[in-house]
C-alpha cells in the first residue's frame, strides 16, 4: 500500500473514532508499528491530527474555547444533536457524555430550559455554564487528557449515587450484534456506571459508526433505550437494530 493510501486510512479511522491506536492501524493495514508511527508523524507535522502515547487524536478532538470547526461530519452531529434535544423536558435530570456529538448538543440546549445536568465532560461542563437556567454538575475524577473526561473509581463512585432521567452517551463502535465498544478499559468502566445510574439511556451515534467493533464491551444493545442517528428511522442501514427492543430517531 502507497504512503498516500496509508495517510487516508488512517486519517478517516482517527476522524471517525476520534482516537486511535497504533496496534489497531498496523494491523489493519498489514504492516509494521514503525511504518505507522512515522506516517503519524508526518500526519503530526502537517497538523492533520495530533499524535499521541501509542496513537494519535483527531483534531477536532481537541476542544478550546472557540468553536471548533475542524469537527469530522459536524452537519451529521449537529442533526443528531437537534433530534436529542427533542427529548429534553423541563426540571429534567440529565447526563451529558463527553464527545463531539454530545458537545453539539450541549451548544444547542435551548436558554429557556430548566436542568440539572451532570457531566464527565470539561468541554460540555464549559459550554452548559453560559446557560442560565441549567445546573452544571462536574463529576471529578482523574482526566483523560486527550478525552477531557473523568475516569477512576472517583467518578465512578459519584454516578453510583445518581439516578438520571435520561443519560446521552457516545460510542467509539455500535453493532447489533455485539452492543457498544471501545479500545479503552477506564472509559468502558464509566459509561458501564452511567448506563446503571440512568431510567433512559440515549445513544448518539453518526451512521458511519454503524457495524463496527474493538475489544471492550460497554453493553449490548438492548442496553440503550434509544439511538439516535442523522438518518431517518427507516432507512435500511438500521435494519439490524430495528430487530433488537430499541427505539430509533
Not at 440546549?109 to 442560565?132: D, G, H, W
Not at 464509566?190 to 445510574?197: D, S
Request: proline letters at 1%; a neutral charge; one cysteine or more.
Amino acid at each position: 500500500m502507497l504512503k498516500e493510501e496509508r495517510h487516508r486510512t488512517i486519517l478517516n479511522e482517527v476522524d471517525l473514532h476520534n482516537r486511535i491506536l497504533l496496534t489497531d492501524i498496523a494491523e489493519a493495514l498489514d504492516v509494521s508499528i514503525d511504518t505507522v508511527r512515522r506516517d503519524v508523524k508526518e500526519l503530526d507535522a502537517e497538523k492533520k491530527l495530533r499524535k499521541v502515547h501509542g496513537g494519535a487524536i483527531s483534531m477536532g478532538f481537541m476542544s478550546n474555547s472557540a468553536r471548533n470547526t475542524n469537527i469530522y461530519k459536524l452537519d451529521q452531529k449537529m442533526a443528531i444533536a437537534t433530534k436529542a434535544i427533542s427529548l429534553l423536558k423541563d426540571g429534567a435530570v440529565i447526563f451529558i457524555d463527553g464527545g463531539t456529538t454530545c458537545l453539539e448538543m450541549a451548544r444547542i440546549i435551548p436558554e429557556n430550559l430548566n436542568l440539572t445536568c451532570f457531566t464527565i465532560s470539561l468541554p460540555v461542563a464549559m459550554e452548559l455554564s453560559n446557560k442560565e437556567n441549567i445546573s452544571v454538575i462536574s463529576i471529578g475524577g482523574q482526566i483523560a487528557k486527550e478525552a477531557q473526561i473523568a475516569i477512576g473509581a472517583n467518578a465512578i463512585h459519584h454516578l453510583s449515587e445518581i439516578r438520571f432521567d435520561y443519560s446521552f452517551i457516545g460510542t467509539g463502535y455500535v453493532d447489533a450484534i455485539y452492543g457498544l465498544t471501545e479500545f479503552d478499559w477506564d472509559i468502558v468502566q464509566i459509561k458501564k456506571a452511567v448506563i446503571k445510574a440512568s431510567k433512559k439511556t440515549v445513544l448518539l451515534s453518526i451512521s458511519e459508526k454503524l457495524n463496527s467493533q474493538h475489544r471492550y464491551k460497554t453493553c449490548d444493545i438492548n442496553s440503550i433505550n434509544t439511538m439516535i442517528t442523522e438518518l431517518k428511522p427507516e432507512n435500511t442501514l438500521l435494519n439490524a437494530f430495528k430487530n433488537h427492543d430499541i427505539k430509533i430517531i
